[in-house]
């Protein structure tokens, strides 16, 4: 737990820029890119970063 914490603003920013680029494809239809970003940004990313 200690090791991820000198991490939490690259994983913030990595997860806001996924989540971003999820809507962003989102946009120009992609069913199979978009929801993968926004599950990694909103699920994986953004947590970590809030440890």
């Known amino acids: 737990m200690h090791a991820l914490r000198k991490y ?3 994983f913030l920013i990595v997860g ?6 999820g809507y962003v494809f989102l946009g120009y ?4 890119l978009a929801p ?9 990313l953004v947590p ?3 440890l």
């Open 36 to 44: 993968v970003l926004l599950v990694l940004g909103y699920c994986v």
């Open 48 to 50: 970590m970063a809030l």
């Open 16 to 21: 806001l820029a996924a989540i971003v680029a």
């Open 29 to 32: 239809g992609s069913i199979s």
């Open 8 to 10: 939490r603003n690259l």
